[in-house]
């Protein structure tokens, strides 16, 4: 089964075995789902990696997938607690490749985040009514 998993592409450049234990750690640690509800998602997780014939992911590309797992079982807390912040692509490559400094390139990035992390935390305390 093990040749079935996919390999991990890290942000340090290694490839690492596809551990759905480190998925199920992760969501505990930065979710409030239970211990049976990580578990039920790392195990989804890890099925569908496997239906797909996914050979590498990446970090982010996990995150996704857990997110969209998250969203279809109505997890919408713990799926905006999971979210990632940030640029697609496109957009930060429109933005490496504009004329604005490097300072304001950088302040555009983060003012990006900072909004949608506002967004967030207002969506998850209008959840908590």
Known sequence: MYDLLPKVQTSKGTEETFDPERIMNSLLKETDLSAE???????ELTRRAILYKIK?????????LVCS????????????????????F???????????????????????IQYEYEE???ILRDLKK
């Open 120 to 122: 967030i935390k207002k």
């Open 37 to 43: 509800q990580a578990q039920e998602v790392a195990i």
């Open 69 to 88: 797992i998250l969203l279809e079982k109505g997890l919408d807390k713990a799926r905006f607690r999971y979210t990632r912040l940030g640029l697609p």
């Open 90 to 112: 496109y957009d930060f490559d429109k933005l490496m490749s504009s004329s604005e400094n490097e300072d304001q390139k950088k302040q555009r990035v983060f003012s990006q």
């Open 56 to 64: 590498v992911l990446t970090s982010p590309e996990i995150r996704e």
